[in-house]
């Protein structure tokens, strides 16, 4: 269970601020094989509107449903791979920050671990976007770097990541500042902390910087991992499984 609550300030399309919670659920069916569930049941908006007063609105987000399994398992440098495919269920109507919602998503999920220490995420995303009868592709990317921070005064409990994210923005015409644009795209700058409570909780805050004039200018994030300590099932062939860092 991923729980967290967002702030978000300064993000186009009008959404001057916006305050939610969200929550995903991960079920793993096999070593290979996970189900998610996707949701964000509560956002405090404040959207500005040309010539009139600020409207401030409580919504729900999307729920979305998805399955991702490992195709290539490797250790050390070589990257694990892993393939997804997510689509919406159900359509919020709580207001979008920079990157937008999607109606599905396809994406390429890539990891390893390098020299020193160093883990590294990558993803590929083929997202389906919608406004109205019109759809259009988005295509993102990102890049993350973890690493344990201060190994043996925190019992390898403390980890760090950051992390550079891109994405197009088909529908967006305008900057965070309400200047017409042609082309958009997001460019973010994510700084993430974790701590390990216990082996199955983890809590984690993150700070966001939008490097376009179409990125949401700041995020900040707060929120917690929790893994049931036990089986929904019983494992009938019980495999060890090794203990290390804790990475984001």
Same mark, same amino acid.
């Given at each position: 269970f991923e729980q967290g609550f967002n702030y978000a300030g300064r993000s186009p399309a009008g959404t001057a601020s916006q305050s939610a919670l969200s929550q995903t659920t991960k079920l793993a069916l096999t070593t290979r094989l996970m189900i998610h569930f996707v949701t964000e049941?509560?956002?405090?908006?404040?959207?500005?509107?040309?010539?009139?007063?600020?409207?401030?609105?409580?919504?729900?987000?999307?729920?979305i449903v998805g399955i991702h399994g490992i195709v290539h398992k490797a250790v050390g440098a070589p990257p694990t791979v892993a393939v997804a495919y997510f689509r919406r269920v159900r359509t919020g109507t709580s207001a979008n920050l920079d990157s937008g919602d999607y109606s599905q998503s396809a994406f390429v999920l890539l990891g390893g671990d390098l020299?020193?220490?160093?883990?590294?995420?990558s993803n590929i995303l083929f997202n389906e976007q919608n406004n109205g009868p019109v759809r259009r592709a988005q295509f993102g990317q990102t890049l993350a770097l973890s690493h344990v921070l201060f190994p043996v005064a925190t019992k390898q409990r403390l980890?760090?990541?950051?992390?550079?994210?891109?994405?197009?923005?088909?529908?967006?015409?305008?900057t965070a500042a309400g200047?017409?644009?042609?082309? =958009?795209?997001t460019l973010d700058l994510l700084f993430v902390a974790t701590y390990a409570v216990c082996p199955n909780l983890i809590l984690d805050a993150s700070l966001s910087h939008g490097l376009t004039s179409t990125s949401t200018q700041w995020q =900040?994030?707060?929120?917690?991992?929790?893994l049931l300590p036990h089986r929904l099932w019983p494992d009938k062939h019980p495999t060890p499984i090794p203990v290390g =860092?804790?990475?984001?």
């Open positions: 049941p509560y956002a405090y908006s404040n959207v500005t509107t040309t010539g009139a007063p600020n409207v401030h609105s409580n919504d729900p987000g999307d729920l020299r020193a220490g160093f883990h590294y995420d980890g760090g990541t950051i992390e550079l994210s891109h994405f197009t923005q088909p529908f967006t015409t305008d200047s017409p644009i042609k082309r =958009a795209n =900040a994030d707060f929120g917690f991992t929790y =860092a804790v990475h984001y």
